[in-house]
């Protein structure tokens, strides 16, 4: 069955340096999606994407984070100038078409990112 | 506010009893999500409903729009069921994430 697939599945890095999580959606699906969940916390959203633009992101999504489609199978999210209060599980998902057209979105298994 | 709420926060049951968890929201939606999430952290779609009942094996999701209240129940609770039970709104182009239900069912 297809499966949407993350990596690394940990990632441990200095405050202040740069981080790229990668994902690959599933393949025939269109839109994809980061979600970050920080320890003990509920699930939040950050960016949607679709036809190699961002269509919708939220106020945690500012200057700091980039989304790409840098190739025909990955999904990156690059984080500039971590902070510590970006550790947390970042989440990919993907889906046939738009949430609004009742279409499921499939998530990979996360990637923990851990700030010192 | 929350905008999606959930209850129970937590939740323990001994195997074979009869689970609900309910969602409340207040947001405009095209559809709902029910997810597990696990230790390990991994979040898997159970159900995606826009409307009536839906069942996969003992798992049944229903949902009343008029009342913006959905209920995921589980029949014959089993141990493997202990996880986190989610219930996400789909507005617009993402998902919003109520904060859980934490499910023990011991044996």
């Known amino acids: 069955e297809p499966e949407v697939t993350q990596t690394p599945s940990h990632q441990v890095t200095q405050m202040g340096q740069e981080v790229i999580l990668r994902c690959v959606p599933i393949?025939?699906?269109?839109?994809f999606y980061w979600y970050r969940q920080i320890l003990g916390q509920k699930v939040e959203f950050l960016v949607s994407?679709?036809?190699?633009?961002?269509?919708?992101k939220s106020e945690i999504f500012d200057d700091q984070f980039s989304v790409e489609r840098p190739d025909g199978s990955n999904f990156t999210l690059k984080i500039r100038s971590t902070k510590l209060e970006d550790s947390a599980m970042y989440f990919c998902?993907?889906?046939?078409?738009?949430?609004?057209?009742?279409?499921?979105?499939?998530f990979g298994p996360g990637t923990r990112l851990t700030v010192l | 506010k929350n905008e999606v709420e959930q209850s129970p926060q937590n939740l323990t049951a001994q195997e074979g009893e009869f689970i609900t968890i309910n969602c409340s929201y207040s947001?405009?939606?095209?559809?709902l999500h029910w997810l597990q999430q696990h230790p390990g952290g991994g979040i898997v779609s159970l159900f995606m409903?826009?409307?009536g009942k839906k069942k996969h094996g003992r798992l049944i999701a229903t949902i009343n729009i008029q009342e913006k209240h959905s209920s995921l129940h589980i029949t014959a609770s089993h141990p493997r069921d202990s996880a986190v039970y989610i219930c996400?709104?789909?507005?617009?182009?993402?998902?919003?994430f109520g904060t859980g239900t934490r499910l023990q069912v011991f044996p």
């Open positions: 998902a993907s889906s046939e078409l738009a949430g609004n057209s009742y279409n499921e979105q499939f």
């Open positions: 393949s025939n699906h269109l839109y």
């Open positions: 994407f679709y036809n190699n633009e961002i269509s919708e």
């Open positions: 947001v405009g939606i095209s559809a």
């Open positions: 409903l826009s409307s």
């Open positions: 996400a709104a789909i507005n617009t182009d993402k998902l919003i």
